[in-house]
T-cell receptor
Framework: AAGVIQSPRHLIKEKRETATLKCYPIPRHDTVYWYQQGPGQDPQFLISFYEKMQSDKGSIPDRFSAQQFSDYHSELNMSSLELGDSALYFC????????????FGPGTRLTVT | RKEVEQDPGPFNVPEGATVAFNCTYSNSASQSFFWYRQDCRKEPKLLMSVYSSGNEDGRFTAQLNRASQYISLLIRDSKLSDSATYLCVVNMRNQAGTALIFGKGTTLSVSS
């Protein structure tokens, strides 16, 4: 079965640079979520979109923004990167009319040097 | 106090053992409950949803006690491949886009 696709899988950036992470949800899923997982930490919710509209917002820094496009893929834009932004960034998707179970992509490992 | 609390372990058990994980959540209004499994540097994978009536999937049994705000996971006949971190997860409200709240996870190591 098709899963959530994330790209790139690995990204190395320098401080103050920008980065864009992409997420392609499971086909037919209408909701996308972004999570950040630091080393030794549990995943922390950043932001979510339902039917291309922002639906919930968590601990997303003001330097980050995200959107969901007409084809339901989503992008997380990160600017003025800091060392502390180094983490695994997961995208998850769900089909709200079916259940609230969220299925995670393989993640993007971002390293800021 | 964290919203979802788990014993971090590690739980070190031999193959074939039965092991139980417990989890408590602080918000009585929480709506949905899940167990996820996460291998090192990989994504969380949904193991099972948890219902008040309890549910079983092969060697895995999950229970929810809403009155005590307590969730459990029982693994029978442990396999080496069960070694992973098990995350107790709560969804605060059943509506589109609601964030999952994760516990810090319980580490299981199954040895031969």
């Amino acid at each position: 079965a098709a899963g959530v696709i994330q790209s790139p899988r690995h990204l190395i950036k320098e401080k103050r640079e920008t980065a864009t992470l992409k997420c392609y949800p499971i086909p037919r899923h209408d909701t996308v979520y972004w999570y950040q997982q630091g080393p030794g930490q549990d995943p922390q919710f950043l932001i979510s979109f339902y039917e291309k509209m922002q639906s919930d917002k968590g601990s997303i820094p003001d330097r980050f923004s995200a959107q969901q496009f007409s084809d339901y893929h989503s992008e997380l834009n990160m600017s003025s990167l800091e060392l502390g932004d180094s983490a695994l960034y997961f995208c998850a998707s769900s089909l709200t009319s079916d259940s609230y179970e969220q299925y995670f992509g393989p993640g993007t490992r971002l390293t800021v040097t | 106090r964290k919203e979802v609390e788990q014993d971090p372990g590690p739980f070190n058990v031999p193959e074939g053992a039965t092991v139980a994980f417990n989890c408590t959540y602080s918000n009585s209004a929480s709506q949905s409950f899940f167990w996820y499994r996460q291998d090192c540097r990989k994504e969380p994978k949904l193991l099972m949803s948890v219902y008040s009536s309890g549910n079983e999937d092969g060697r895995f049994t999950a229970q929810l006690n809403r009155a005590s705000q307590y969730i459990s996971l029982l693994i029978r006949d442990s396999k080496l491949s069960d070694s992973a971190t098990y995350l107790c997860v709560v969804n605060m409200r059943n509506q589109a886009g609601t964030a999952l709240i994760f516990g810090k996870g319980t580490t299981l190591s199954v040895s031969s």
